[in-house]
Protein backbone atom coordinates (compact mmCIF):
# COMPACT_ATOMS: atom_id res chain seq x y z
CA UNK A 1 0.00 0.00 0.00
CA UNK A 2 1.28 3.36 -1.19
CA UNK A 3 2.29 5.78 1.83
CA UNK A 4 -0.52 8.40 2.50
CA UNK A 5 0.75 11.83 0.94
CA UNK A 6 2.27 14.83 3.29
CA UNK A 7 -0.75 16.58 4.47
CA UNK A 8 -2.14 19.77 2.83
CA UNK A 9 -2.83 22.95 5.31
CA UNK A 10 -4.02 26.19 5.04
CA UNK A 11 -4.02 29.03 7.88
CA UNK A 12 -6.90 31.17 7.31
CA UNK A 13 -6.06 34.26 9.32
CA UNK A 14 -6.34 37.48 7.16
CA UNK A 15 -5.84 40.46 9.24
CA UNK A 16 -4.82 43.15 11.00
CA UNK A 17 -1.04 43.24 11.15
CA UNK A 18 -0.40 42.54 14.71
CA UNK A 19 -3.00 39.29 14.75
CA UNK A 20 -1.20 37.89 11.83
CA UNK A 21 2.18 38.24 13.69
CA UNK A 22 0.73 36.69 16.55
CA UNK A 23 -0.66 33.63 14.25
CA UNK A 24 2.95 32.75 13.27
CA UNK A 25 3.83 30.55 16.00
CA UNK A 26 0.92 28.32 14.68
CA UNK A 27 2.97 28.22 11.15
CA UNK A 28 5.92 27.03 12.69
CA UNK A 29 4.50 24.50 15.05
CA UNK A 30 3.21 22.84 11.92
CA UNK A 31 6.19 23.13 10.27
CA UNK A 32 8.02 21.55 13.17
CA UNK A 33 5.21 18.34 13.91
CA UNK A 34 4.33 17.98 10.05
CA UNK A 35 7.79 18.57 8.19
CA UNK A 36 6.83 16.92 5.03
CA UNK A 37 3.64 18.95 4.90
CA UNK A 38 2.77 21.75 2.33
CA UNK A 39 1.66 24.73 4.77
CA UNK A 40 -0.08 27.47 3.15
CA UNK A 41 -1.47 30.68 4.08
CA UNK A 42 -4.45 33.15 2.86
CA UNK A 43 -4.04 36.62 3.97
CA UNK A 44 -4.79 40.10 2.87
CA UNK A 45 -2.64 42.38 1.39
CA UNK A 46 -1.35 44.80 4.09
CA UNK A 47 0.08 41.92 5.45
CA UNK A 48 1.12 39.93 3.23
CA UNK A 49 4.70 41.45 3.30
CA UNK A 50 5.58 39.96 6.24
CA UNK A 51 5.00 37.03 5.54
CA UNK A 52 6.50 36.31 2.24
CA UNK A 53 9.27 34.38 2.10
CA UNK A 54 8.88 32.88 5.62
CA UNK A 55 10.90 29.43 5.66
CA UNK A 56 8.24 27.22 6.87
CA UNK A 57 5.75 28.87 4.35
CA UNK A 58 5.35 26.61 1.19
CA UNK A 59 3.19 29.46 -0.39
CA UNK A 60 1.56 32.44 0.55
CA UNK A 61 -1.61 33.44 -1.02
CA UNK A 62 -2.88 37.29 -1.38
CA UNK A 63 -6.73 38.42 -0.80
CA UNK A 64 -7.50 41.50 -1.57
CA UNK A 65 -9.46 43.10 1.56
CA UNK A 66 -12.92 43.44 -0.15
CA UNK A 67 -13.23 39.89 -1.34
CA UNK A 68 -16.44 38.82 -0.08
CA UNK A 69 -17.72 41.77 -1.49
CA UNK A 70 -17.29 41.12 -5.43
CA UNK A 71 -17.96 37.90 -6.41
CA UNK A 72 -15.47 37.44 -8.83
CA UNK A 73 -12.73 37.54 -6.43
CA UNK A 74 -14.57 35.02 -4.48
CA UNK A 75 -15.13 32.90 -7.02
CA UNK A 76 -11.04 33.87 -8.26
CA UNK A 77 -9.91 32.98 -4.94
CA UNK A 78 -12.28 29.57 -4.62
CA UNK A 79 -10.89 28.07 -7.93
CA UNK A 80 -7.24 28.89 -6.42
CA UNK A 81 -7.76 27.27 -3.20
CA UNK A 82 -9.38 23.86 -4.73
CA UNK A 83 -6.82 23.91 -7.31
CA UNK A 84 -4.20 23.43 -4.35
CA UNK A 85 -6.53 20.34 -2.38
CA UNK A 86 -6.38 21.06 1.27
CA UNK A 87 -7.05 18.27 3.98
CA UNK A 88 -7.03 20.95 6.25
CA UNK A 89 -7.88 24.24 7.43
CA UNK A 90 -6.52 26.07 10.18
CA UNK A 91 -9.20 29.48 11.14
CA UNK A 92 -7.55 31.31 14.10
CA UNK A 93 -9.72 34.42 12.98
CA UNK A 94 -12.86 32.30 13.76
CA UNK A 95 -14.77 35.29 11.37
CA UNK A 96 -16.98 34.53 8.39
CA UNK A 97 -14.79 36.02 5.99
CA UNK A 98 -11.70 33.26 7.36
CA UNK A 99 -13.94 30.75 7.65
CA UNK A 100 -15.63 31.44 4.44
CA UNK A 101 -12.24 31.10 2.74
CA UNK A 102 -12.11 27.54 4.74
CA UNK A 103 -15.08 26.46 3.27
CA UNK A 104 -14.42 27.76 -0.33
CA UNK A 105 -11.25 25.62 0.01
CA UNK A 106 -13.24 22.02 -0.32
CA UNK A 107 -10.88 20.77 3.15
CA UNK A 108 -12.55 18.54 4.78
CA UNK A 109 -11.09 18.93 7.99
CA UNK A 110 -11.66 22.42 9.02
CA UNK A 111 -10.51 23.82 12.53
CA UNK A 112 -11.98 26.71 14.14
CA UNK A 113 -12.85 28.16 17.87
CA UNK A 114 -16.01 27.23 19.61
CA UNK A 115 -17.75 29.18 22.01
CA UNK A 116 -17.77 33.04 21.78
CA UNK A 117 -14.71 32.70 20.29
CA UNK A 118 -16.30 31.21 16.72
CA UNK A 119 -17.79 33.95 15.96
CA UNK A 120 -20.21 35.11 12.77
CA UNK A 121 -21.16 32.10 10.60
CA UNK A 122 -17.69 30.50 11.66
CA UNK A 123 -19.32 28.11 14.38
CA UNK A 124 -20.87 26.80 10.97
CA UNK A 125 -18.92 26.93 8.31
CA UNK A 126 -15.85 25.66 10.67
CA UNK A 127 -16.67 21.82 11.17
CA UNK A 128 -13.92 20.79 14.11
CA UNK A 129 -14.24 23.68 16.66
CA UNK A 130 -11.81 24.13 19.56
CA UNK A 131 -12.71 25.47 22.88
CA UNK A 132 -10.16 27.34 24.12
CA UNK A 133 -8.34 27.48 27.83
CA UNK A 134 -5.68 29.99 27.44
CA UNK A 135 -5.50 33.50 27.48
CA UNK A 136 -3.14 34.63 24.66
CA UNK A 137 -3.86 34.85 21.51
CA UNK A 138 -0.93 33.10 20.66
CA UNK A 139 -1.38 30.42 22.91
CA UNK A 140 -5.34 29.81 22.25
CA UNK A 141 -4.22 30.26 18.05
CA UNK A 142 -1.60 27.33 19.32
CA UNK A 143 -4.59 25.31 20.69
CA UNK A 144 -6.58 24.50 17.48
CA UNK A 145 -3.75 22.56 16.44
CA UNK A 146 -4.73 19.34 18.89
CA UNK A 147 -6.98 17.86 17.02
CA UNK A 148 -4.40 17.28 14.81
CA UNK A 149 -1.88 15.37 17.74
CA UNK A 150 0.47 18.77 18.46
CA UNK A 151 -0.25 19.72 22.03
CA UNK A 152 3.22 20.81 23.27
CA UNK A 153 5.35 23.68 21.46
CA UNK A 154 8.08 26.18 21.82
CA UNK A 155 6.20 29.49 20.14
CA UNK A 156 8.59 31.17 17.95
CA UNK A 157 8.36 33.62 15.06
CA UNK A 158 11.41 33.46 13.22
CA UNK A 159 10.05 36.33 10.71
CA UNK A 160 12.53 36.73 7.54
CA UNK A 161 14.76 39.39 6.69
CA UNK A 162 14.31 41.29 3.33
CA UNK A 163 17.67 42.24 1.51
CA UNK A 164 16.44 45.15 -0.08
CA UNK A 165 14.62 46.77 3.07
CA UNK A 166 18.10 45.81 5.25
CA UNK A 167 19.94 47.75 2.82
CA UNK A 168 17.67 50.94 2.61
CA UNK A 169 17.77 50.88 6.40
CA UNK A 170 21.29 50.27 6.89
CA UNK A 171 21.71 53.11 4.60
CA UNK A 172 19.40 55.62 6.27
CA UNK A 173 20.93 55.05 9.72
CA UNK A 174 24.35 55.40 8.55
CA UNK A 175 23.65 58.56 6.86
CA UNK A 176 22.08 60.29 10.22
CA UNK A 177 22.64 60.21 13.87
CA UNK A 178 21.36 56.89 14.94
CA UNK A 179 24.07 54.55 13.42
CA UNK A 180 24.50 53.19 16.96
CA UNK A 181 21.79 52.50 19.56
CA UNK A 182 18.53 53.87 19.39
CA UNK A 183 14.78 53.37 21.11
CA UNK A 184 11.86 53.37 18.95
CA UNK A 185 8.75 54.98 19.69
CA UNK A 186 5.39 54.45 18.19
CA UNK A 187 2.75 57.00 18.83
CA UNK A 188 -0.01 55.72 15.97
CA UNK A 189 -2.34 53.08 17.30
CA UNK A 190 -5.47 51.75 14.72
CA UNK A 191 -7.98 52.85 17.59
CA UNK A 192 -8.80 56.26 18.97
CA UNK A 193 -8.55 54.60 22.60
CA UNK A 194 -5.44 53.19 22.09
CA UNK A 195 -3.94 56.71 21.62
CA UNK A 196 -1.54 57.62 24.18
CA UNK A 197 -0.70 61.37 23.91
CA UNK A 198 2.45 62.51 21.59
CA UNK A 199 3.73 65.22 24.33
CA UNK A 200 4.30 62.20 26.76
CA UNK A 201 5.80 60.44 24.11
CA UNK A 202 7.94 63.48 23.56
CA UNK A 203 8.95 62.99 27.60
CA UNK A 204 10.01 59.57 27.08
CA UNK A 205 12.15 60.56 24.42
CA UNK A 206 13.83 63.28 26.22
CA UNK A 207 14.45 61.18 29.23
CA UNK A 208 16.00 58.46 27.49
CA UNK A 209 18.33 60.48 25.69
CA UNK A 210 19.03 62.58 28.98
CA UNK A 211 19.12 59.89 31.01
CA UNK A 212 20.52 57.20 28.89
CA UNK A 213 22.60 59.18 26.12
CA UNK A 214 19.99 56.93 23.83
CA UNK A 215 18.24 58.43 20.80
CA UNK A 216 14.60 58.12 19.73
CA UNK A 217 13.09 57.31 16.05
CA UNK A 218 9.48 58.42 16.35
CA UNK A 219 7.61 55.71 13.66
CA UNK A 220 4.81 56.94 12.11
CA UNK A 221 1.77 56.25 9.10
CA UNK A 222 -0.31 59.20 7.36
CA UNK A 223 0.49 62.81 7.54
CA UNK A 224 -1.91 62.80 10.70
CA UNK A 225 0.50 60.87 12.54
CA UNK A 226 3.63 62.26 10.86
CA UNK A 227 2.31 66.00 12.16
CA UNK A 228 2.23 64.32 15.63
CA UNK A 229 5.77 62.97 15.68
CA UNK A 230 7.10 66.12 14.72
CA UNK A 231 5.29 67.62 17.33
CA UNK A 232 6.72 64.86 19.49
CA UNK A 233 10.31 65.68 17.90
CA UNK A 234 9.85 69.14 19.36
CA UNK A 235 9.51 68.31 22.51
CA UNK A 236 12.36 66.02 23.27
CA UNK A 237 14.47 68.53 22.89
CA UNK A 238 16.87 67.16 20.51
CA UNK A 239 16.40 63.45 21.43
CA UNK A 240 14.43 62.52 18.91
CA UNK A 241 13.98 62.09 15.13
CA UNK A 242 10.83 61.51 12.86
CA UNK A 243 11.91 58.21 10.79
CA UNK A 244 11.58 59.09 7.57
CA UNK A 245 8.26 56.80 5.03
CA UNK A 246 8.86 52.92 5.41
CA UNK A 247 7.24 50.12 3.97
CA UNK A 248 6.47 47.31 6.34
CA UNK A 249 9.44 45.66 6.09
CA UNK A 250 11.43 48.37 6.22
CA UNK A 251 9.56 49.01 9.58
CA UNK A 252 10.67 45.50 10.29
CA UNK A 253 14.50 46.41 9.43
CA UNK A 254 14.46 49.24 11.56
CA UNK A 255 13.02 47.29 14.64
CA UNK A 256 14.97 44.57 14.15
CA UNK A 257 18.04 46.83 14.83
CA UNK A 258 16.31 48.88 17.57
CA UNK A 259 17.80 48.51 21.73
CA UNK A 260 14.08 49.37 22.57
CA UNK A 261 10.46 49.32 21.56
CA UNK A 262 7.68 51.87 23.10
CA UNK A 263 4.00 51.91 21.64
CA UNK A 264 0.49 50.53 22.54
CA UNK A 265 -1.09 48.07 21.32
CA UNK A 266 -0.69 47.99 17.54
CA UNK A 267 0.89 46.10 14.64
CA UNK A 268 4.14 47.51 15.47
CA UNK A 269 4.66 46.50 19.18
CA UNK A 270 3.70 42.93 18.18
CA UNK A 271 6.20 42.77 14.97
CA UNK A 272 8.47 44.12 17.27
CA UNK A 273 8.09 41.49 20.17
CA UNK A 274 8.25 38.93 17.29
CA UNK A 275 11.55 40.22 16.55
CA UNK A 276 12.47 40.16 19.47
CA UNK A 277 13.28 43.77 20.74
CA UNK A 278 12.91 44.36 24.28
CA UNK A 279 9.04 46.44 24.47
CA UNK A 280 7.18 48.73 27.04
CA UNK A 281 3.51 48.65 25.70
CA UNK A 282 0.56 50.84 26.75
CA UNK A 283 -2.91 49.33 27.01
CA UNK A 284 -6.20 50.58 27.92
CA UNK A 285 -9.03 49.20 26.26
CA UNK A 286 -7.18 46.28 25.36
CA UNK A 287 -5.62 43.69 28.13
CA UNK A 288 -1.77 42.14 28.36
CA UNK A 289 -3.14 38.93 29.23
CA UNK A 290 -4.71 38.31 25.55
CA UNK A 291 -2.75 40.51 23.40
CA UNK A 292 0.74 41.56 25.52
CA UNK A 293 3.95 41.62 23.57
CA UNK A 294 4.67 38.13 23.74
CA UNK A 295 7.87 36.69 25.39
CA UNK A 296 10.14 36.82 27.76
CA UNK A 297 11.48 40.08 29.63
CA UNK A 298 8.65 42.76 27.81
CA UNK A 299 6.91 44.77 30.27
CA UNK A 300 2.83 45.41 29.60
CA UNK A 301 1.25 48.97 31.40
CA UNK A 302 -2.24 48.85 32.31
CA UNK A 303 -3.28 51.41 35.09
CA UNK A 304 -7.06 51.17 33.86
CA UNK A 305 -9.05 48.93 31.36
CA UNK A 306 -11.84 50.71 29.23
CA UNK A 307 -14.11 47.72 29.64
CA UNK A 308 -16.99 46.88 27.06
CA UNK A 309 -17.87 45.39 23.81
CA UNK A 310 -15.40 45.35 20.75
CA UNK A 311 -16.95 48.11 18.94
CA UNK A 312 -17.46 50.17 22.46
CA UNK A 313 -13.75 49.35 23.44
CA UNK A 314 -12.48 50.69 19.77
CA UNK A 315 -14.74 53.92 19.12
CA UNK A 316 -14.15 55.49 23.34
CA UNK A 317 -12.34 57.81 24.32
CA UNK A 318 -8.55 57.72 25.11
CA UNK A 319 -9.23 57.81 28.83
CA UNK A 320 -7.90 54.78 29.76
CA UNK A 321 -4.38 55.35 28.20
CA UNK A 322 -4.38 59.05 29.73
CA UNK A 323 -3.92 57.14 33.05
CA UNK A 324 -0.42 55.97 32.17
CA UNK A 325 1.97 58.54 33.15
CA UNK A 326 5.09 59.58 31.44
CA UNK A 327 6.76 58.56 34.51
CA UNK A 328 5.04 54.95 34.18
CA UNK A 329 6.32 54.61 30.93
CA UNK A 330 10.20 56.55 32.08
CA UNK A 331 10.59 53.82 34.94
CA UNK A 332 9.52 50.47 32.60
CA UNK A 333 12.10 52.43 30.24
CA UNK A 334 14.59 51.90 32.39
CA UNK A 335 13.80 48.74 33.94
CA UNK A 336 14.35 47.08 30.93
CA UNK A 337 17.67 49.26 30.05
CA UNK A 338 19.18 48.16 33.54
CA UNK A 339 18.16 44.67 32.68
CA UNK A 340 19.61 44.53 29.17
CA UNK A 341 22.84 46.03 30.61
CA UNK A 342 22.89 42.96 33.10
CA UNK A 343 22.31 40.57 30.92
Known amino acids: MPDRRPLRILITRLSAI ?17 PNAFLSWVVESTTAPLLEGHAALDQLIVAQRDWLKRPAETWSLRKRLRALDFDVTIDPQSLTKSSMLAWLSGAPQRIGFAGEDG ?17 HMVDRSLELLQPLGIKRTSPRFDLPRYADAEQKMS ?15 NMGAGWPSKLWPGERYGEVAHFLGKSYSLP ?15 LCADRAAGHAVVA ?15 TLFV ?22 PTLPEICGPYGEGHIA ?7 GGHRQRRAAENEAMRAISAKDVCDACSTMLRREAAA
Open 244 to 258: PTTSLTELASLIRRS
Open 18 to 34: GDCILTVPVLNALRDHF
Open 301 to 307: LQQVYHS
Open 263 to 284: GSDTGPLHLAAGLATPCVGMYG
Open 216 to 230: SLIIWAGEEERARAE
Open 171 to 185: AYLQSGSLHQEFAIL
Open 119 to 135: REMSRWLNNERVARTQP
